[in-house]
């Protein structure tokens, strides 16, 4: 091995354990005995058990995967659209600025759209009476912040899509909504899957976003988590950083699965 080489596998190796080695002391310290964070005592399983018994923990839990759960369902079948129209609707009055807004969750920051949320849920509460702040306005407003991810990715499948398998049903007489539903959406299934599982990962562990539009009663789980660390470090998030990581990890590793998939 050369030495530019070894330098570059140096440098590799640094930024991956800078980037995981964290990650991976959590995973250890959640078997830790002691309740002291960064004190290793001995292997132990009274943290998970402690994590399992705080039913205030748990709701959140709850209430997070349930917000997850329909605000992916909603991000993927819009996305679906919104990726399908920019692709084959090359050409429409506001595409542009149609296309932009799309995306536009994507690099816009979170403080932002969480401020705009705020006061678009405010606004309708004070003309039309709701939705009150909780479940619904948390669950709308990560759809809207996760759409763009699932619409990308089914952009870029329609993109290098072969049409000759639409076009050969239409010429047997099938419709355009039978095409697209026996022949381009099977085929663009692993790309929504990725999408959904996407949007799923991103609902479940944001923060910032929910803090605008959640009521006194809705406290997500990163929301319960950020309270409990402000007034120290407990030994069970790390048992739930492990179980948070885990889940991610599966999530994200299906979606790649997913979109290399070949149908």
Known sequence: MTGRARFA??????????????????????????????????????????????????EAAWLSLRIALVSATGAALLGLAAGYALVRAPRFPGRTLFGSLVVAPMVMPEVV????????????????????RGFLTIAIAHTTFSVAFVAIVVQARLTDFDRALEEAAMDLGATPWVTFRTITLPLIAPAVGSGWLLAFTLSLDDLILTQFVAGAQSQTLPMRVYSSVRLGVDPQINVLATIVVTIAACALVLSGWLTRRKV
């Open 9 to 58: 596998f140096g440098m590799l190796a640094f930024g991956y354990a800078f980037l995981y080695l964290p990650i991976a002391l959590v995973i250890v310290y959640s078997f830790n005995e002691s309740r002291l964070v960064t004190v290793w005592s001995g292997f132990s399983l009274k943290w998970w058990r402690a994590l399992f018994a705080n039913e205030a923990m748990l």
């Open 113 to 132: 759209m969480g401020i705009s949320m705020l006061l678009l849920f405010v606004g309708s509460e004070r003309l039309f009476g709701g939705p009150d």
